[in-house]
């Protein structure tokens, strides 16, 4: 995993779990129940990854992230209001959705991010687990899933990131506080 994915902030979280209310675009707010994009970047230069949102309307009109970043994910939410009880910011279609924008990653920072969206979706029963591959020659170690009802179709192999346990340990903590997973997937 790259350092900014492995470091946090001075206080030792990402500390971007929540939505901001205001579309890095355009500054304005973005109004409770509104759809807005979220979007997961990695700025290299300051070594860390945080997350933006942007208004619907400014998304559409061509609104995107900075060319300092790069982006690692982006999913559609909706601006939740201060009351009631606290749901996780994505649902389980968006987990699949970010797991499938992962597919066919090389670098570390998004295999390490599909690796435990799996064991999300897995634990979840979005996935089944149908088996293990073992690393051999230039194949790395892999996990090998299903999706749920897809009984007759071929195994998707998603690798195993080579970092240490604590650090992967780590990263899901910090992954399930920036998308807001600590709780069950609704």
């Known amino acids: 995993m790259s350092k900014a994915a492995s470091h946090g902030t001075a206080t030792g979280g990402f500390g971007v779990g929540e939505p901001t209310g205001r579309c890095a675009s355009t500054g304005g707010p973005i109004p409770e129940g509104e759809h807005f994009i979220a979007v ?10 945080h997350r933006v949102d942007f208004g619907e309307a400014a998304w559409e009109s061509g609104a995107r992230p900075g060319a300092a970043v790069r982006v690692l994910a982006r999913w559609r939410s909706t601006m939740p209001g201060g009351t009631g009880p606290k749901k996780p910011l ?13 597919a ?21 029963r979005g996935l089944e687990l149908v088996g293990r591959r ?10 090998l899933v299903r999706r749920r009802g897809e009984k007759e179709a071929e195994p998707e192999a998603v690798v195993i990131p080579s970092i240490d346990d604590a650090a ?10 920036l998308l807001g997973l600590e709780g069950a997937i609704e």
């Open 168 to 177: 992967l340990v780590e990263a899901g903590e910090r992954l399930g506080a």
């Open 104 to 124: 066919g990653a090389t670098e570390t920072t998004p295999l390490t991010l599909r690796y435990l969206l799996a064991l999300t979706l897995i634990r979840k």
């Open 134 to 143: 073992a690393a051999e020659g230039d194949e790395p170690a892999a996990l």
């Open 90 to 102: 994505i649902d389980e279609a968006g987990v699949t959705g970010l797991f499938d924008q992962f």
């Open 40 to 49: 997961l970047v990695e700025d290299q230069e300051k070594d860390r990854v």
